[in-house]
Every structure is written in structure tokens, then in C-alpha cells.
């Protein structure tokens, strides 16, 4: 079973940065790819960035091109989202996932998920 902790969320303000964190442990392997989600209030839940096992960032969001940065510690078992530039609508709760079998690497379905951390962009 695996299980994923998030942390890092906070209140900034527009412009600023914060640095997300997702800590794996369990059911975890090479076979695994880590992804991130977002979800605000009245509105579906968004992907918005994924990597395989070994770090390499394979997907993000149209809208945090540029601003996010996905990347993973292997020797700590941690996913990151560097978050920079933050705008109020990045204001959600983000969520980390885990892709179990992800073939090539390549995100495709959440199989775990963390608990969450609430990220608040003030204007």
C-alpha cells in the first residue's frame, strides 16, 4: 500500500514562490511515475504536472508552463513542485499521485493519492 504525504502549502502572496513536497513510501518502484494535481473550489480537479521514477518531468499544465517545476529526489523518495510566479488562481488544494504501472513512464492514472495542502495566492 502506498502511502504519499504532502507538504509546503501556505498562504503567499502573488508573485511569490512556494515549494511543494510529497513524500512516497509503501507500494513505490521504478515501475512508478509521480504526478501533481490542483483543485479549487467549484471546479474539476486539474493535472498540472507529472515525472517518471527517475525525475524526468513528462507533462505539465498549460497553465503553470514556465512558473512550475516538477522533480524528484530518489534518494529521499520525495516529488517536488517548485512553484514560482504564483497568480490567485493557483489558489486550490494540490494534491500528490502515484501512477502504480506507468508504461514508458508515462503518467496515466492515479492509483494513490495524498491528502492534500492547501495553497492560498493573495492578490
Known amino acids: 500500500q502506498v502511502q504519499l504525504v504532502e507538504s509546503g502549502g501556505g498562504l503567499v502572496q502573488a508573485g511569490g514562490s512556494l515549494r511543494l513536497s510529497c513524500v512516497a513510501s509503501g507500494g513505490t518502484s521504478s515501475r512508478s511515475a509521480m504526478g501533481w494535481f490542483r483543485q479549487s473550489p467549484g471546479k474539476e480537479r486539474e493535472f498540472v504536472a507529472a515525472?517518471?521514477?527517475?525525475?524526468?518531468?513528462?507533462y505539465l499544465a498549460n497553465s503553470v508552463k514556465g512558473r512550475f517545476t516538477i522533480s524528484r529526489d530518489s534518494a529521499k523518495n520525495t516529488v517536488y513542485l517548485q512553484m514560482n510566479s504564483l497568480k490567485p488562481e493557483d489558489t486550490a488544494v494540490y494534491y500528490c499521485?502515484?501512477?502504480?504501472?506507468?508504461?514508458?513512464?508515462?503518467?496515466?492514472?492515479?492509483?494513490?493519492w495524498g491528502q492534500g495542502t492547501q495553497v492560498t495566492v493573495s492578490s
Open positions: 499521485a502515484v501512477d502504480a504501472n506507468a508504461a514508458l513512464g508515462v503518467f496515466r492514472r492515479a492509483d494513490y
Open positions: 515525472a517518471t521514477w527517475n525525475g524526468v518531468p513528462t
